[in-house]
């Protein structure tokens, strides 16, 4: 079965501190997988998106590791902001269509000051 | 420039009743999705559409119908609203030429039904 599953379920962290979120996947064949970060009552939005070839890829504060052999991804946040409070969603695309997208159920982190 | 835009963003609807909402965009996307979000559970699609004047099933299209007559718009309609159908609907779009899956999501339309 085709799913993608995300640990922790939520955390806390306090400001300026790091903190890791993965992703594991069981989807076959695997195109590509996104993050997305989610703030409340907002849209998703894209932070970094790997492909099957890319094993790290940063933006800013946030890196993206991805193991296709073991088929696992996390995100990676340093020095944590208050503003990173907020929902990250592990999407992984199936094959070549489009609407074939497999969402994780998220990881809702929260930053105290 | 809108992005994606979403109306109505808040509806409270009685058991039966029929609504639609809208999904308007104005990037020129080819594709468009509906989906719904739930406590607890990832993002699942509704229906969507490779372009004007086609529509496709997605993960959980039960008691949904849609509508792309224009490029622009994508329609979700309840015909009779269920309990069950209390969520947050999120449209997204996306353009195949992009060569990654970004989609570009509205913010949301918060439905509940009593």
């Known amino acids: 079965k085709n799913q993608v599953e995300q640990s922790p379920q939520s955390l806390i962290i306090l400001e300026g501190k790091n903190c890791t979120l993965q992703?594991?996947?069981?989807?076959?064949?695997?195109?590509?997988l996104r993050w997305y970060k989610q703030d409340t009552g907002r849209g998703p939005v894209s932070l970094t998106i790997m492909t099957f070839s890319e094993n790290t890829k940063s933006n800013g504060r946030y890196t993206a590791t991805l193991d296709a052999d073991t088929k696992q991804s996390s995100l990676h946040i340093t020095a944590s902001q208050l503003s990173d409070s907020a929902s990250y969603i592990c999407?992984?695309?199936?094959?070549?269509?489009?609407?074939?997208?497999?969402f994780g159920k998220g990881t809702k982190l929260s930053v105290k000051p | 420039n809108a992005g994606v835009t979403q109306t109505p963003k808040f509806r409270v609807l009685k058991t039966g009743q029929s609504m639609t909402l809208l999904c308007a965009q104005d990037?020129?996307?080819?594709?468009m999705y509906w989906y719904r979000q739930d406590p607890g559970m990832g993002l699942r699609l509704i229906h969507y559409s490779v372009g004007e004047g086609t529509t496709a099933k997605g993960e959980v299209p039960d008691g949904y119908n849609v509508s792309r007559l224009k490029k622009q718009n994508f329609l979700l309609g309840l015909e009779s609203a269920a309990p069950s159908q209390t969520s947050v609907y999120f449209c997204a779009t996306y353009w195949r030429d992009s060569g990654a899956n970004v989609l570009t999501f509205g913010a949301g339309s918060r439905l509940t039904v009593l």
């Open positions: 999407v992984v695309r199936r094959g070549p269509d489009q609407g074939n997208l497999i």
């Open positions: 990037m020129n996307h080819e594709y």
């Open positions: 992703c594991n996947y069981t989807v076959s064949p695997f195109s590509n």
